[in-house]
């Protein structure tokens, strides 16, 4: 073999490796992908420690375990608030419950536990109900996430309490934080007609559509991403309950945009379809980042302010 043909022999072998390698290394993200998206066990100890509402000054809770359609036993908290009488406690929750619930679906990493001081204040400034879950694989619940059966989590606990013999009757308030306004947005989607309002905060449009943006490295190859979360064809389905948009403008994990188009998105959905628009708020905050709105001035007197505003 002379030397031009090793040369282009040892070009053709150097193509073929880089070839190989990055269908290797696509093919590890298309495989390994949910546990980038959904990163269950971080922090340490996630999957093992879930901190209690009574740990939060919140007694009367019950830690429920349920079971989903599909088979995987996934736990929740139910958090009573009474209307009238006493701290808590089993004999103030007989008496006439708050007539407000909220289901608060959480964001990709941690557990429940870990927004139990979010909870805490909703709790007293709402005077609400609190039911919280951990999705499957998250905290003490079976199984392993992905989008079709965090649906289905969300699902079973609307389900849950529109069955549950003291809070049944409550209004149900959706509330989603980044992945989870993700799975808030599907559920009103799916159950408009059973909820009274839907509050999100910090979300996307689509994962195929964020991605690009913060992994740019990615941009050709969206099309492999297989959990997609498509707010903004889920959310033309709201068409009628209370909107509250919660978004950070200096959010560096999701662009803000992404909120702003979504409720741009929900606003022509509602023209379209001759549906009501002025029950649709948007609260920026200005020095709000992705992970500290909820410590942002303003933040749960805006949630308050929608509460009574529309739906009490």
Request: charge should be neutral; glycine fraction near 8%; include cysteine.
């Amino acid at each position: 073999m002379g030397v031009v043909d090793t040369v282009a022999w040892l070009a053709r072998a150097a193509v073929y490796t880089a070839v190989v390698g990055a269908i290797g290394v696509l093919g590890m993200v298309y495989m390994y992908q949910n546990s980038l998206i959904y990163p269950a066990s971080f922090p340490a100890g996630s999957r093992d420690h879930v901190p209690t509402p009574d740990q939060f000054g919140m007694p009367d809770f019950e830690a429920v375990t349920l079971r989903t359609p599909d088979g995987v036993d996934i736990t929740g908290y139910l958090i009573r608030r009474p209307r009238f009488g006493g701290a808590g406690g089993r004999d103030a929750a007989a008496g006439p419950l708050a007539n407000v619930t909220l289901l608060y679906l959480h964001a990709n990493a941690g557990n429940m536990g870990h927004r139990l001081p979010i909870a805490q204040r909703f709790y007293h400034q709402l005077d609400c109900n609190v039911f919280m879950l951990s999705y499957r694989g998250y905290g003490l619940s079976q199984g392993s996430p992905n989008e079709v059966g965090l649906k289905i989590d969300a699902q079973t606990a609307l389900d849950y309490i529109l069955a549950h013999e003291q809070l049944k009757n409550t209004r149900v308030l959706v509330f989603g934080q980044s992945i989870g306004g993700a799975v808030a947005i599907h559920l009103a989607s799916k159950n408009s007609e059973r909820i009274a309002g839907l509050m999100i905060e910090n979300t996307f449009l689509s994962l195929r559509k964020l991605i690009p943006q913060v992994i740019k490295l990615f941009r050709p190859f969206t099309f492999l991403c297989h959990q997609i979360w498509d707010s903004e064809k889920h959310i033309a389905s709201v068409t009628n309950i209370p909107v509250l948009f919660l978004s950070s403008k200096k959010d560096e994990l999701i662009p803000q945009t992404h909120m702003i188009k979504l409720h741009a998105a929900l606003r022509k959905a509602r023209a379209d379809a001759g549906g009501p628009a002025d029950n649709i708020d948007f609260v920026e905050f200005p020095l709000g980042q992705h992970n500290d709105t909820c410590l942002q001035p303003g933040y749960f007197d805006a949630a308050e302010r929608f509460w009574r505003k529309y739906l009490n």
